[in-house]
């Protein structure tokens, strides 16, 4: 279970989260929603301490993690699928998913792992050999989701999968993320496409200027039209 | 100065006390000698903030070619010592123009490998330079007629001389760094990709840069000849470019009496150390590591930090913006004909990365006057259109239109003086320096780039159009800070004060109320709304309530391409933007 | 100097500036360093070939040393990398002096050893000393083995990685300072055991760090920084352009290489074979 409680964060002087509190409990989906310049993806990258959480303090299992370095975190079961995918251009798919690998088992057991992504995104089998650098943005999106989960996360932290990327893909990343859930794992999604998110998670967080502003069911908020325009839409 | 007026005293009375000290005349003169090397390759380190490893060429060079002057030409001295100066300037010049096409580190390396050269020239040309032996046979020394006084064997009219020179040419670069060339080699350093977008020619003031510092490298080299009566082939080694540097950061860069300082230092555990020690370099090496890692600002800098610690200034509060009412200077729309095209227009702009197009085929027209907001989602390619519109990025096709005339590729400096500026996302200001100088330096790109007489601060039309907008921006009360230290709010509005301190004709704001509080929003919502009726204003936004409340049109862009452009209203109601950038 | 000498040398340059971002002054240290442990372990126990186990090993050993007590300080900060070359430097000065403390100023005769002096055979009109093959030979087993280790092990994977996106390599649970610190220790011992193996071919005095680092430099903008290939095309040209020209006029040669480097420069800034964006800062 993941708490994150009251944190503050900076990027310089830019005061960019303030007091921002959630959870996470074990196999939920839950969604982070907001506008453009939120904080939505300040608040994941202060989760795993790309940025420093001042103030406050986030709980992970009982652990406090506030103060630990990324690869900790992800030692400790989070793992992140960043916004921009930062896949690994100058190597193979083969090999940027074994990277994931080294710190479970040294990739040495490749086999397995790589029945189980291929399985969730049979489009990488063919592209095995392909430098990053020559996927489509499709296909980076699925490689950077299939290559974080093989740190064995019991937490996602997923921003923004369907940026930039075709509605046909849209489709597959809501259905990933619902496949991802089943296997037990617990997902918190930041995204733009709000009926994507409100589909795929059961509860939602919406942030506006660095701060919460409003918690409740997915389900509840597909109704709720009012809220929605307020802190989301035109 | 005070330090300054006990220096020159210490100086000038130094034959009285000096042979007491372990700094006996001779070698005095010799440690003021390289306190003027350390002094000219600050002018690049500290002035300019490019790091050089080949001094050791334009000091050498000089040395050698005055002392083949006075030995084999019997050229009168003073002809020598300023035929050094510009051997030293023509040798900078020639490494400046071979290693600014790169920057940082590896330039620094390029310097150090292509000083070499000279050093194999010199070790080849025995019949001329003597080779490992040293350059030597050099005539009695001394000035000529009217004066004509013996420096060889006069110890103290050597120092005088030598002091005198040195004086002058410490004052003539003391003036270089007050005036408007120094301001603008400061700004460089600072920030030089902002000193670009404020129409500066950063490698070019670069290379200015490098001539003056080979300059005064040269005379420095050439004093050391008449200093020594002897030219040792180790001056020109590439040690040397070391020593010089541990010299500067001993002492302090960005300093006058730093250089000296440090120059002092260095010679002492030279001379002294190695008298009692036989591995002195060991210390060198050492103090040298940790006053990198410990005290980077040197001693005489570390020293001018702290007391203007203890003198420090109280905060002072911050102050809100006042309404934009007057731009002091209202921008008539005259000067070019009514213009019934746009004011700024792209064809097919397209920018492709690798695989990815960021831009793709964007056609945009605004018309003089207009405030236009460009909106869309994250990765829309919104601030790669900027950066090939401001020329920082160079486009893969299409053109682009200001004023009627193609800028297509043209750089960042050129596209600014023709009138086009922006400010940024992610604020980019001068950090280091205080924020009436952030403005002062955008104004002056308007007046003057390379004069190097005058103090800036006697120009007097710019200082006051920098505190006019200052005051425009409500940050007159906190001109003398140093900018890094303002709040984000203020930095923010900074960031735009320095876009307009170059008197552009039109504007580009990149996210202008990122990270601001809903009331700093809005009053920046207002601010930019003033600022319209005199500048044409492109406008980049995430906050919706800020584009449909003061934008005339809207553009929106998706995957790098525009996808609707109207009024706020028919933006509002287009249902293909509602379902692309909202994605309801 | 020897292609094949400055190819090991500019490798281990290239490798630690791709990763790290430093351009690593104390390289030409290591390199003195390495001659000097192989002239002690000849010393000690008159193996030349012990010499070449023990000088990467325990020059290994000074770069970790070096990375974690002096590098560690400056990663992170602001004007890392001129405070990296800065900080180098000063030890570039310090250590020679300590070697001349511990062994003297003149430089000390290293024989080449017996079992690999003379003539190997004759090609044409040119003798083939056995050294030199020797030394072709350790090049050659060398080369294939680090490629294999750059790109078949794990470690060689995480480099790569690393030097494309640091961050992403930790936010995938892999713990980079380690990694930094061996890599320094392996361009360390790379550029000792480059240094015994010309420890017979010239002088080995204190100075000698100071030459192979520029021409190593020259290597690298040459073929290009970051790049195995380029260090290794680099390498032939640099080497073979000063063998020669050193076969015509000896100082010349030494110029002969500034100007290719001035002409790289010139003509096509980030090497033959070097990335783009790699050398801008």
Known sequence: MLSVDG???????????????????????????????????????????????RRGRITWNGTDITALPPHRIVQLGIGYVPEE??????????????????????????????????????????????????????????????????????????????????????ETIGQTIGEIQRQGVAVLLVEQNTKLALAATQRVYLIEKGAIKHEGRAADLKNDAAVRVRYLGV | MKGIAVALLLLATAPLYADYTPFYLGLLTEVLVFGLFALAYDVLLGGTGVLSLGHSAFLGVAAYTTGILLARWRTPLELSLLAGALAGLATSGLLGVLVLRKRGVYLAMLTLALSQVFYYVVLMWTPVTGGTDGLGNLPILHLSEPLG?????????????????????????????????????????????????????????????????????????????????????????????????????FGGTGTLLGPFVGAGVFIWMRDFLSKHLEYWEVFVGGAFVLIVLFLPDGIVGSLQRWLARRRGAPAQPAAAPVEPARLARPRPPAGAPAMDGALLESRGLTKIFGG???????????????????????????????????????????????????????????????????????????????????VRIAVQSRVTHYRCWGRADRLAAVSARADEILRLLGLEARRHVRCAELSHGEQRYLEIGIALATDPDFLLLDEPTAGMSPE????????????????????????????????????????????????????RANADVRRVYLRD | MNGCIL???????????????????????????????????????????????????????????????????????????????????????????LVRMTFGRPGKPFAVPAA????????????????????????????????????????????????????????????????????????????ALAGVITAPLVAVAPEMGGLVLIECFIVTVVGGMGSFVGAVAGGLIIGEALALTGMLYDVLADVVIYLAMALVLLVRPRGLFGQEGMSEE
């Open chain 3, 116 to 191: 690999l002096t003379g003539s190997l055979f004759r090609l044409g009109a040119i003798d083939v000393h056995a050294y030199r093959v020797f030394i072709l030979a350790v090049t050659a087993v060398l080369l294939p083995a680090l490629w294999l280790l750059l790109n078949r092990t794990n470690l060689g994977l995480v480099i790569r990685a690393g030097t494309s996106d640091n961050l992403m390599v930790q936010l995938l649970g892999i713990d980079v300072a380690r990694t930094w610190t061996i890599t320094y220790a392996l361009g360390a011992a790379l550029a």
């Open chain 2, 149 to 249: 006084w013996r420096l060889s064997k006069r110890p103290i009219t050597r120092y005088y001389v030598v002091v005198a020179v040195i004086v002058l040419a410490m004052l003539a670069i003391r003036h270089l760094h007050a005036s408007p060339l120094g301001r603008v080699m400061r700004a460089v350093k600072a920030n030089e990709a902002r000193a670009a977008a404020c129409g500066y020619d950063t490698r070019r003031v670069k290379l200015v840069a490098f001539l003056i510092s080979g300059f005064f490298s040269g005379l420095a080299g050439a004093l050391l000849t008449v200093v020594l009566e002897f030219v040792p082939i180790e001056n020109i080694h590439w040690s040397m470019s070391g020593s010089v540097l541990i010299m500067t950061l």
């Open chain 1, 85 to 170: 995918r930062r896949i690994f251009p100058n190597l193979t798919v083969y090999e940027n998913l074994k990277m994931a690998r080294l710190t479970v088992d040294g990739g040495r057991r490749m086999r397995d792992y790589l029945d189980r992504v291929l399985a969730l995104f049979p489009p990488l089998k063919e592209r095995l050999d392909n430098k990053g650098r020559n996927l489509s943005g499709g296909e980076q999106q699925m490689l950077t989701m299939a290559r974080s989960l093989g740190t064995e996360p019991t937490l996602l932290l997923i921003d923004e999968p369907t940026e930039g990327l075709m509605p046909a893909f849209v």
């Open chain 3, 7 to 97: 190819i090991l040398v500019a490798l281990g340059l290239s490798i630690v500036f791709g990763l790290m971002g430093i351009i690593n002054f104390a390289h030409g240290i290591f390199y003195m360093l390495g001659a000097y442990a192989g002239w002690l372990t000849v010393q000690l126990t008159g193996s030349f070939w012990l010499a070449l186990a023990t000088a990467p090993l325990a020059v290994g050993l000074v770069g970790v040393l070096v990375e974690r007590g002096v590098l560690r300080r400056i990663y992170g900060t602001r004007n890392a990398n001129f405070a990296g070359v800065l900080v180098t430097y000063g030890l570039a000065i310090m250590i020679p002096d």
């Open chain 2, 356 to 438: 990815l197009t960021a831009v793709n085929g964007v056609d945009f027209q605004v018309r003089r006057g207009e405030l236009r907001s460009v909106i869309g989602p994250n990765g829309a390619g919104k601030t790669t259109f900027f950066n090939l519109l401001t020329g920082v990025l160079p486009p893969t096709r299409g053109q682009i239109f200001f004023k009627g005339r193609e800028v297509t590729g043209l750089p960042a400096h050129a596209v600014s003086r023709l009138g086009l500026a922006r400010s940024y996302q992610v604020t980019n200001i001068f950090g280091d320096l205080s924020v009436f100088e952030n």
């Open chain 2, 520 to 571: 700093e929003t809005q009053r920046t919502a207002a601010f930019v709304r003033g600022l319209a009726s005199h500048v044409t204003i492109v406008l980049v936004e995430h906050d919706m309530d800020v584009v449909m409340g003061i934008s005339d049109r809207i553009t929106v862009l998706n995957y790098g391409q525009v996808l609707a452009e109207g009024t706020p209203a028919e933006i």
């Open chain 1, 7 to 53: 944190i503050d964060a900076y990027y310089g002087l830019s005061h960019v989260l303030q007091n921002v509190s959630l959870t996470v409990r074990p196999g939920e989906a839950v969604a982070l929603l907001g506008r453009n310049g939120a904080g939505k993806t300040t608040t994941l990258k202060a989760i795993m301490a790309v940025v420093r959480a």
